[in-house]
Structure formats: structure tokens, C-alpha cells
């Protein structure tokens, strides 16, 4: 199949039409062709198939734009039509792979779409003509030019915008029935490879050229999706208006010797109005009169900002209006910087860091190195979210050359991956595990700064793991699609893809649904407690579920919510925990979840 077969089949599909006017391959008459007219489009499929073709399907810039609900697509008219919500979704599978749904199929698909399915038409709004893109000045004799190459990434952000979704249908429902349609035309890529089985073994001789070009065409960046702010959650501490406070008398508060006196910059965000700390402090007096009054009206005042972001509170002056409010102290921020110089201590000269922690920097005094010494992604990306938690970035922050120096080193491991977004680093059990803490990490990156340098392989990663995911059972485990889930590799990936909203990068909401039905399958109690792989009333794993249920849209008052967290309340925090990295944090995420 060629290439314009492979897009006018997209466009037929979609209903969504493009140009074919006569165009010129020599604006500057500086070649003997000028001119070279379109051929009519191809629907009988004449060449051999290569295995590029089904990933263009996936990962394309012309795939992912026509699968947007526009004014102009043919899927808006479909989606507009008066029928059930089963009838709409056979005729995507008609248009799209030109056979009828099975009933296994159907029934997923149509899960995904009911909800909302009765009102999606929105009634009144003016259709929306879509933008039209128009050639660029760039000819034979100046596409070399580095301002082409300026002019071409341009033109490719803005085809990658696609035409603006139509208002014509409700938002939620539409962005549910574009990654359908997302689906099922990967489900054709992998279909092509069903047919033409023996031809794809006959382009094995030169699969080493392949892959050279698909490593180029998974560059292509991925539209950012449309954020519902309806969808997002706001808390709110609520005041008393005139709280009868009983009056306290002042207090001379001694502090313990403190370790790191330069502490962290939210510290002094705490406003605590003491003495200067030095290596012998003095006696410090603090009014707790009005404190916590002033601190929880700040708190409101500043949640209720309708600027904020999911990553707001990272910033150091939310840090210190928030510490006020909620119990941070200066010992606790002293805690936190001691442990964000240890962490400088311990980077290695790449930008690394290595859970054998044991460097000359620390001399003797190191005791109890870690294993899983080749496992740099992933120690690394730990080292970096501590340091993004605190609010230091690759742009500002004491650490700043920190955080450098280790995204440096995780964009660097990025470019060697054979596959795009493909961050494991090493095969075996750990792999995954490290891709969802690189994942979280470039998310989280790029959410607070919005450099435009991680955003491409932010989302590359990504895509990764929604491709990692077992496209039944709804779980990820030590391999790609593993057929078997693991609770514990499933918590990482599901803080990825949250980490991914919350940065505003797309993450598919099918995607979301179907690790949903693998925690089911894994579930007791009617989602109160969960296991390793199978149904199980087990610490670790019942702490990793229910984190992953908050994420996933359960709030305090679900009742198997309750029941767990009580359950875990009662073991604490070192019993029955394995000895992994992360578990004790989980548990601890989850309690402070439920009672805030």
C-alpha cells in the first residue's frame, strides 16, 4: 500500500476531506519538473505491506487529526445521527474496518459511550468551519536553509492542532468517542499485519532501514487534549466567621540543634518570627494567638485562585501558605533539606544517581548500598522527584543544576531507546517499574515549567506505557501486553498517566477504563482490598488499590474506601510491607488521601 492509498483511506473512513489541487514542487523555478499533479486516489491495495504503515496508523500526525470530531468530519454527522448508542458504534466499525462489531467488542465500546450518550447534541452553536493550513514558502532550492527548518516545525504544530472539535456535541462524550476511533483504527494496523503475514516476512531483509525511519516518524509530536475544567476538583478549607479562640499565653519555644540551617526556601516561607538560626540557637518566642486563623484564610484565599494549576502547590509561596495551614514546621522543611543534600551529594558526574549510593562524597559513613545497580532510570527519577516535590526545577531553585544535570541524563537514555518513549533502561523484572518513575518525572517536569523541550518526550513516554498496558485485562506487568497483571507495577503506571493529566499531556480515557477492570479482578470486598496478581486481602497491594481507585475518581465517602483505609490503619506502615522501594509511601498516601 502506498502512502497517499494509506491516507485516502483514512479520509474515506473519517469522512473527512483534504485537498487535491495541483501543486508545484519548484516555487522558484529553480527545477525542469515543476509541476506534478496528484494521482487519483487508490482503494485496491497494490504493493507489498511494510511494517511501517501500521505504525503510521498509530503514530502519525494525519491519523491523529482525523480522528477529531470536527464541523467537517464525517464522524461529526454520524455522532449527530438520531440512534442508539449501539447502532452508532457498529457504524464506526464500518467505516473504519468494513465488517460489523462482535459482540465482545460492542459491548466494550458501547460501555465506554453510554454514559452521556442521551445528551452529547448540544443544541444552538453555529457550526465551525475548519482553518485552512496553507503552503509554506519553503522550495527545492531553500528547504536546506535553517530558517526552513524553523518554517517546517512551525507548519507541523499547526497541522498538529487539527481543526477545533465541534461544539455541536458535549465534550466529555466527544473526546470518549475519538480515542474509539483512535482504537479501531490501531485495530486496523494490526489487522493489515494479519493479512499480509507472509509479505511482512518477505521486508524482514530489510527491517534495519525500517527502523531507522520509524525512530524519525515517532518524533512526530502528539496534540495536546482539551482540558474540561468541570472534570478538575477544588478543596476548599472552610472558616468559622467569628471562631471563639481562648486566649494563650506566649511561649518560649526552644528548638532541637538543627542539622542544616540553610534549610529549604519554604521554610522562611513559614513566616515563624524567630531569631536568625544559627549552629547554637537562641531561645525564639511565637505567637500562636491568631496562628492557625490567619494561616487557614490564607489557605482558602489562595485554593480558591481560579489560576491555580494541578501542580501549583509546588511553587515556594503555595508552599509556604500551605505548610502554615496544614502542619508544616521549620523542623520538617530542616528534614527535607537535609535529605535534598544528601541527594547532591550523591550525584554521580552524568547526572545520575545510583541506588549503590556509596560515592567518595560520603567517605565511609555510607552504610547499607542498594542493588539493582544498572537501574539508573529509575534511581534517578526517585532522586528527581524529591527534588521537584520541594519545588526546584531545571529553570529555578537551589538545586537547580541538580535537576539539570539528572533530566540531562533521563533525555539522554530517552534518545538511546530503540523505541520511542521506551524508558526501562534493562530487561527484567525492574523495567517497568522504572518506567513509570521516568514517566511521572518528565510529566512532572514539564508540568511546572512547560519547557517545550520535555513535552515531546513527556508524552512519548506516555504513549509507551498505554501501549504496555494488556489490552484486555487491563493491567501492565514485567513485559509489554504481559497477559498476567501485577498490582504493584499497575500503581506506578497509574501515577504516570495521572502525573500526565496533571501536566496537561493526553492520556487516552480507554485506557483509564480498562486498568479500572483489572483492579475489579484483583479486588475483594467489593474494592475494599486487593491482591498481587489474583484477589487477596494484602497490606501492600490493598494500599497500591486504593491509591489507585483515588486517582481513578473515588472520593472519602465510598464506602469499600472506608473499609480499606481502616483496615490499613490498623497495620501501620512497616507491617506486612514488602521490602521495595515505595510501598511504605503508598500506604502513607493513601491515609493522608482519605483524611484530607
Known sequence: MTGEQLVDSLHVATGKGFGSEELTM??????????????DPITIREDPLTPLQPMALANGANANRVVDFSDDSGLTQLALEEQTVE??????FERILTRPARSDEREILVELLREGYADRVVAGPEVVPPKRIFRTGITWSTHFAPEADVE???????????????????ADWRERAEDVVWTLINRLGRRMIEMSREELFATLTSFSVHLILLVVMALVILPLPFRDPSEEIVVRTTVPAEPELDAVEQLDVVPEEIKD???HDAAAALALPTETVAEQPSSVR??????????A????EFLARADLTDLAGRSQESRGILLRAFGGSEESEIAVSSGLKWLAMHQRPNGSWNFDHRTDACGEECADAGTLTEATVAATSMALLCYLGAGHTHQKGTYQPQVSRGLKFLLKEYERAEIAGDLRQIAGNSGMYAQGLATITLCEAYGMTKDETLM???QRAVRFVEEAQHPTNGGWRY??????????????????????????LKVRKLILTKVSRYLDSVSLGNGAYYGYTQPQKKASTTAIGLLSRMYLGWNAKRPALKEGVEYLAQIGTRRDMPRGVGHPKIHTDVMEGVTT
Open 286 to 295: 511565637v505567637d500562636v494567638s491568631q496562628r492557625s486563623l490567619v494561616a
Open 261 to 263: 540551617p540553610a534549610a
Open 26 to 39: 519548484d516555487g522558484d523555478a529553480k527545477r525542469p519538473d515543476k509541476t506534478q499533479q496528484r494521482q
Open 479 to 504: 513485559k509489554l501486553r504481559d497477559a498476567t497483571g501485577d498490582t504493584s507495577v499497575v500503581g506506578w503506571q497509574i501515577m504516570a498517566l495521572t502525573s500526565a493529566e496533571m501536566a496537561d
Open 297 to 300: 484564610v490564607a489557605a482558602e
Open 152 to 170: 517546517a516545525m512551525r507548519r507541523q504544530r499547526e497541522v498538529l492542532e487539527g481543526d477545533k472539535p465541534t461544539v455541536r456535541l458535549a
Open 87 to 92: 447502532t452508532f458504534v457498529d457504524g464506526l
Open 456 to 458: 515531546e518526550p513527556a
